[in-house]
């Protein structure tokens, strides 16, 4: 495994330990991320971080977040 694989896979753990699921809503990605709600909204629209729909909500794979954050 690459040290990139690596970084994203030890990003997964901490969200894991933090929240205890490994998909994630608007709320809980950007507290996660220490931005607004808006400004998360802003980076999903413009195609920076994808998203999935649950139920008509929008939620965030541990695994696209811990990308964005290894990628700063």
């Known amino acids: ?25 608007k709320k809980d990605t950007a507290f996660y991320l220490d931005i607004s709600t808006m400004t998360l909204d802003r980076m999903r629209l413009a195609g920076d971080i994808r998203s999935i729909r649950v139920g008509g909500q929008v939620k965030f794979r541990a695994k696209e977040i811990a990308r964005l954050i290894v990628e700063g």
């Open 1 to 25: 495994m690459s040290n990139y694989e690596n970084e994203i896979e030890e990003e997964i753990k901490v969200m894991l330990a933090k929240f205890g699921k490994s998909i994630l809503n």
